[in-house]
């Protein structure tokens, strides 16, 4: 019943920006925390940002400066916003809801299916 949908993943050039999105529907009651990862061929997946049910955010340091994560609780929607990309940023980005309560189980995880990001030089 709870699925999380990403999207907003595409081809940019160096320098460009991209949205991605992530909403979470179903019988949710409520989401702790919401994170972005994302893993490049033959790297380990590295967390790139999280944000709790108060707004608090984190980031790696490699995207400081450059990515905000945000939320929408009451749409259970969270986003990307990612500016002056890098070819390092290239990755598959996955979103993750972290401590979800359904109205119908107990407090679980869910991840998205993951949406792909390219920079291009």
């Given at each position: 019943q709870?699925?999380?949908?990403?999207?907003?993943?595409?081809?940019v050039?160096?320098?460009?920006?991209?949205?991605?999105?992530?909403?979470?529907?179903?019988?949710?009651?409520?989401?702790?925390?919401?994170?972005?990862?994302?893993?490049?061929?033959?790297?380990?997946?590295?967390?790139?940002?999280?944000?709790?049910?108060?707004?608090?955010?984190?980031?790696?340091?490699?995207?400081?400066?450059?990515?905000?994560?945000?939320?929408?609780?009451?749409?259970?929607?969270?986003?990307?916003?990612?500016?002056?990309?890098?070819?390092?940023?290239?990755a598959?980005?996955?979103?993750?809801a972290?401590g979800?309560?359904?109205f119908?189980?107990?407090?679980?995880?869910?991840?998205?299916?993951?949406t792909?990001?390219t920079?291009?030089?």
């Amino acid at each position: 019943q709870v699925q999380l949908v990403e999207s907003g993943g595409g081809l940019v050039q160096a320098g460009g920006s991209l949205r991605l999105s992530c909403a979470a529907s179903g019988p949710i009651f409520s989401i702790n925390i919401m994170n972005w990862w994302r893993q490049a061929p033959g790297k380990q997946r590295e967390l790139v940002a999280g944000i709790n049910s108060a707004g608090i955010t984190s980031y790696v340091e490699s995207v400081k400066g450059r990515f905000t994560i945000s939320r929408d609780n009451a749409n259970n929607t969270v986003y990307l916003q990612m500016n002056s990309l890098k070819p390092e940023d290239t990755a598959a980005y996955y979103c993750n809801a972290e401590g979800l309560y359904s109205f119908g189980s107990n407090s679980r995880d869910y991840w998205g299916q993951g949406t792909q990001v390219t920079v291009s030089v």
